[in-house]
C-alpha cells in the first residue's frame, strides 16, 4: 500500500481533469479513468494521494456514481489505484522502478511522445567518460564531495557564458543534478511557502510540479502562441502582485519554441531593477537553435540593481542520464551552495567531469544533432498536417517541441485516448495553472522519425476517439510552420 502523500477535493481534482468526457459512444467510466490514469502518470497528482469519495466526485463531476465507482475499478485493476477499508483510495503505480536498462514494465509497449530529451551522442559520452577516468586520479585521494561543483566543470561553463556574450568566472558558478534540481534549489533559498511566483503560461510542466511542492503560489502570464511575450503585462503583474521571483525560459521556450528577442531580454532586466524582483531564467535549451541563433542570455542585457539567476543544464544538449545542471549569479552564490549541501551534499565527480569535456567538445556533435532534430520537426509537422488537419502549430524556432492546439478543447481526452493507443503524450494542461490549455497538446521531435510520424498519426486517431469520431474541420492554410 502507498503511504498518502495528501489529498485533492472533488473541486480541485475536477479542474485538473478538464475536458475528458467522451463525446461518442465511448464508455464516461474508461474515459474517466484514463484521464485519471494520465493525471498520476504525467505527475500532475502525485503518487500516494489520496482520491475524494466516489459520491463526492460523482456529485462535482455531475455524473453518475456508477460512472465513478466503475473507473475506480478500472484503475484498481491496472495497479494504478489501492484501497483498503476504511479508507480513502490512494493513486499508485504498477512498479515502482522500471527495470533497466530497456522498460520492460507496463510503459514498455508504449511510444514515450511525452519526453522531451534527445539519446546520447555515443562517442562524446564515451569519450567524456574516458577523460573522466584519466583525471581520476586526483581526486580518488580526496572524499569526493564537491558542494559547488568540480573546477574543471564549473569552468567550462564560465566559458561557455563567455563565448556567448556573458563574462563569467567559476566562481560565479554552482553546479547541480540537472535544471530541475537547480530550480528546487532556487527555490529553497528565495521562496517561502505561499509566495507569490510569476510564470508564463504555458510554462515546463517540471517548474509547476517543484512550485506545488513548495507550496509557492504560481501566477501566470500567458504567452501568446505565436507573437510570445507580453512584458507589459508582465510587468503589470509583478507591480501588482509583488512576486518573490519570476521564472522565464527565454530560449527556445519549453513547450512553444519560441525565443525572446533583445530588446525583451533588455526589458526583462529592467523589470527585475525596477521591482527589486529576481528573475530567474532556464536556458535549458539555449544551444538548441534550429532556424535563429539565440541572443546572448538575459544576463548580459541587465541594468543596475537588476538580479538575474540563471539556470542551464546538459539534459537537453548533452544527454539527460548525465544527470549534471547549473546556476550562474552575478555574484559568488554563496547562499545557493549552502541550500544545494543542506539538500544532497554534493554530485557525482565522473558526470561533472565528463559533461565538462562534452560542454567543451560541444562543436563536435552539436552540428549534426541540430540537423537531426530539424529533419525530425520536418518529419513531425507534416505528420500533423496530415493526421491532424485543422490543428494549429506555435512557429517556434528552436528546441525539442511542437506546441499544438486543437480546433476542440480535448487535450487531456486525446491524451488518454493515446494511451489507450500505445502513446503516451502529455496534453496541454499539464503545462498550465488549474487546468487551462485544454486545447492543446505538446510533440516533442526527439524519437526517430518513423516512430514520431507513427506515434502522430496515432494521436489523431486518439483525437477523433476524444470526440467522438467527428472528422477535425478542413482548416486549410491554418497550419503555422
Not at 86 to 98: D, E, F, Q, T, Y
Not at 158 to 186: C, F, I, K, N
Request: aromatic share 4%; with cysteine; net charge negative.
Amino acid at each position: 500500500m502507498f503511504p498518502s502523500t495528501g489529498t485533492v477535493g472533488a473541486a480541485a481534482l475536477v479542474r485538473q481533469l478538464g475536458s475528458w468526457k467522451p463525446d461518442g459512444p465511448r464508455p464516461a467510466y474508461l474515459a474517466l479513468a484514463e484521464a485519471l490514469r494520465l493525471l498520476v502518470l504525467d505527475g500532475r497528482v502525485p503518487v500516494g494521494t489520496a482520491l475524494p469519495s466516489e459520491r463526492a466526485l460523482a456529485a462535482h463531476l455531475e455524473v453518475s456514481r456508477t460512472t465513478v465507482t466503475t473507473a475506480y475499478a478500472e484503475l484498481r485493476d491496472s495497479g494504478h489505484l489501492q484501497s483498503r477499508q476504511g479508507a480513502r483510495s490512494v493513486l499508485s503505480l504498477p512498479h515502482a522502478v522500471p527495470a533497466e536498462p530497456a522498460d520492460t514494465g507496463p510503459e514498455a509497449d508504449l511510444i514515450r511522445l511525452n519526453i522531451a530529451a534527445p539519446s546520447a551522442p555515443d562517442q562524446i559520452v564515451h569519450d567524456g567518460y574516458r577523460h573522466a577516468l584519466e583525471c581520476a586520479p586526483p581526486y580518488l585521494a580526496g572524499i569526493g564531495l564537491y558542494p559547488g561543483g568540480v573546477l574543471a566543470l564549473r569552468e567550462a561553463i564560465a566559458r561557455r557564458y563567455t563565448d556567448r556574450g556573458l563574462p563569467t568566472s567559476s566562481e560565479q558558478v554552482l553546479v547541480t543534478s540537472g535544471a530541475q534540481h537547480a530550480l528546487r534549489v532556487v527555490l529553497d533559498t528565495l521562496v517561502h511557502p505561499g509566495d507569490r511566483v510569476v510564470i508564463e503560461q504555458p510554462t515546463h510542466h517540471g517548474t509547476i510540479l517543484a512550485l506545488r511542492r513548495h507550496n509557492a503560489r504560481p501566477v501566470a502570464v500567458g504567452l501568446h502562441p505565436e507573437h510570445g511575450w507580453d512584458l507589459d503585462q508582465l510587468e503589470a503583474v509583478v507591480k501588482q502582485q509583488n512576486p518573490q521571483i519570476i521564472f522565464t525560459i527565454p530560449d527556445f521556450h519549453n513547450p512553444t519554441g519560441l525565443l525572446l528577442d533583445e530588446a525583451g531580454r533588455r526589458r526583462l532586466g529592467e523589470i527585475s531593477a525596477r521591482y527589486r524582483v529576481p528573475v530567474v531564467v532556464d536556458e535549458t535549451m539555449s544551444e538548441l537553435a534550429l532556424d535563429v541563433p539565440a541572443p546572448p542570455p538575459v544576463a548580459s542585457f541587465a541594468p543596475r540593481g537588476a538580479r538575474i539567476i540563471t539556470l542551464g543544464s546538459a539534459s537537453k544538449t548533452i544527454w539527460a542520464g548525465l544527470r549534471v545542471g547549473w546556476i550562474r549569479t552575478e555574484t559568488s552564490p554563496d547562499s545557493l551552495t549552502a541550500a544545494r549541501y543542506d539538500m544532497d551534499l554534493a554530485g557525482a565527480v565522473f558526470e561533472q567531469l565528463a559533461a565538462g569535456y562534452a560542454l567543451d567538445h560541444l562543436a563536435d556533435f552539436l552540428p549534426g544533432r541540430l540537423d537531426s532534430l530539424r529533419a525530425a520537426r520536418a518529419v513531425a509537422r507534416d505528420a500533423v498536417a496530415e493526421h491532424q488537419p485543422g490543428a494549429t502549430i506555435s512557429p517556434g524556432v528552436g528546441g525539442l517541441c511542437l506546441w499544438v492546439t486543437l480546433p476542440r478543447p480535448v487535450g487531456t481526452a486525446t491524451a488518454a485516448a493515446a494511451a489507450g493507443l500505445g502513446v503516451r503524450i502529455a496534453a496541454g494542461s499539464a503545462f498550465g495553472v488549474d487546468g487551462a490549455l485544454e486545447r492543446n497538446i505538446r510533440i516533442p521531435y526527439s524519437l526517430p522519425p518513423d516512430q514520431l510520424s507513427q506515434a502522430i498519426e496515432l494521436v489523431g486517431t486518439a483525437y477523433r476517439r476524444a470526440t467522438g469520431g467527428a472528422t477535425m474541420p478542413d482548416l486549410e492554410g491554418q497550419l503555422v510552420v
